[in-house]
């Protein structure tokens, strides 16, 4: 099984107040891990990705981190929410191997309000 | 650098008719296609893939797609859409030099099948 879990699946959130979200994998260990926005349900900006256990790379600067604690555990957190952090927040993870592609969880909507 | 174009935003179709999603990319190498579907408020869902081999590589719920390399495009293609087939669709290309096994992701087309 190659199943991710995503939680929680939609979240509202006032600005400037902390974000937490958790992704969580099951399968084949040491899994390529990925944090990808999708706003106004279209286009999809990979924010960061984790080739394994602490190890994070960040594609794009803004008011997100994201930690890995855990083989199978990927965090996107956030001190203090923007308005323009609402969107689509989708994990997805390949294993390691050339010819995979992504699966991906099912997503949390974030409303900042 | 890698890239993958959708150059439309949404696709009309009536059921019944045959539908094409387009998709081309540039790579530096050999290319690793692959097309997803995205039903409202959900994950992307793997349909198909192209690493190497037949052109013509056949997908799930009846979807199929042709590589075609001297155009550098990747065209989703059904022969037959149903109500059901609308949602939003994604041609992505991997990275192959990126190591990290990377995805880049069109904008995505929105296929609508009309009744």
């Known amino acids: 099984s190659q199943t991710i879990h995503q939680w929680p699946a939609t979240l509202v959130q006032p600005v400037g107040s902390p974000l937490s979200l958790e992704c969580t994998v099951e399968g084949t260990s040491n899994p390529n891990l990925y944090w990808y926005r999708q706003a106004a349900g279209r286009g999809l900006q990979l924010l960061f990705y984790?080739?394994?256990?602490?190890?994070i790379s960040s594609e794009v600067p803004q008011n997100l981190s994201a930690s890995r604690p855990q083989d199978r555990q990927f965090i996107l957190s956030s001190k203090k929410l923007l308005l323009s952090d609402s969107g689509f927040y989708l994990c997805?993870?390949?294993?390691?191997?050339?010819?995979?592609?992504?699966?991906f969880g099912s997503g949390t909507r974030l409303t900042v309000v | 650098a890698q890239s993958v174009a959708q150059p439309e935003d949404q696709v009309n179709v009536a059921e019944g008719n045959p539908l094409t999603v387009k998709c081309t990319y540039s790579?530096?190498?050999?290319?690793?296609l692959f097309w997803y579907v995205q039903y409202p408020n959900r994950g992307l869902q793997f349909l198909l893939k192209?690493?190497?081999?037949?052109?013509l590589v056949k997908g799930s719920y009846g979807f199929e797609a042709e590589f075609n390399k001297s155009q550098t495009s990747f065209h989703l293609k059904k022969p037959s859409a149903l109500v059901s087939d609308s949602a939003l669709y994604f041609c992505a290309v991997r990275d192959i030099g990126s190591g990290t096994y990377k995805y880049i992701f069109g904008t995505g087309t929105r296929l609508k099948v009309l009744a």
């Open positions: 984790s080739v394994g256990i602490g190890q």
């Open positions: 997805a993870r390949t294993r390691q191997g050339a010819v995979y592609g992504y699966t």
């Open positions: 192209y690493i190497t081999g037949d052109n």
């Open positions: 790579v530096s190498g050999n290319p690793y």
